[in-house]
């Protein structure tokens, strides 16, 4: 391994943190099927521009923007009520990087499940060409856990802070350290052109 941290061997780990992302994106990552999130930020970003602020968080599943268009694989909505957030994952940040140069977002376009359009579109935003990148460890809860949802957590923005106490114990990995060591070395030689 590069330096991984197993943390299922660490359940003392306590955290609110939360990120919002579309549904299929998160079920993407819940599946192992991905491993980076992209992100340019929210329109209305505590910092004014996405900043990868935390390093253990909740995927919080949003519907807002999401379209099947805008992406090359859809996932079902969780059967829950209009104001409920299913909440089966958490994730660890093992690498984050700027992405300035386009021909990297063409080098990961394998790696995950938005249309490049989409990825383009979101890199040349705003003033300045770039989007972020965070290769993630992705966990799932050993029991999902339904939320109210909150005006709190509302709006276009990447990170929020959950008021229910998630326990995070008996969390397993989506991927095995060896299936996610292939995929992380791949992305991370990418990222670090």
């Known amino acids: 391994m590069v330096g991984l941290q197993s943390l299922k061997t660490s359940p003392q780990i306590k955290f609110k943190a939360a990120f919002k992302e579309w549904n299929s994106v998160i079920e993407a990552l819940g599946s192992g099927e991905q491993i980076i999130i ?3 930020g929210g329109i209305i970003e505590d910092e004014g521009d996405f900043v990868p602020k935390e390093k253990f968080f909740f995927l919080f599943p949003t519907k807002t923007h999401e379209k099947p268009e805008l992406l090359k694989k859809t996932f ?3 059967n829950v009520g209009e104001n409920e ?3 089966k994952y958490w994730a660890e940040v093992v690498l984050a990087r700027k992405i300035k140069n386009k021909e990297i ?3 990961i376009d394998d790696f995950h499940i938005w249309k490049y359009e989409v990825v383009e579109e979101r890199f040349h935003r705003w003033q300045n060409d770039e989007v972020w990148a965070l290769i993630v460890r992705v966990f799932k ?3 999902p856990v339904i939320i109210n949802n909150h005006p709190d957590y509302s709006g276009c923005k990447s990170w929020i802070e ?3 106490e998630i326990d995070i114990t008996q969390s397993e990995p989506v991927l095995s350290d060896e299936e996610f060591e292939k995929k992380f070395k791949i992305l991370k030689e990418i990222l670090e052109e």
């Open 38 to 40: 992209l992100r340019k």
């Open 76 to 78: 079902p909505q969780d």
């Open 85 to 87: 957030i299913k909440i």
């Open 105 to 107: 977002l063409k080098k």
């Open 141 to 143: 809860l050993k029991n």
């Open 162 to 164: 959950i008021n229910d």
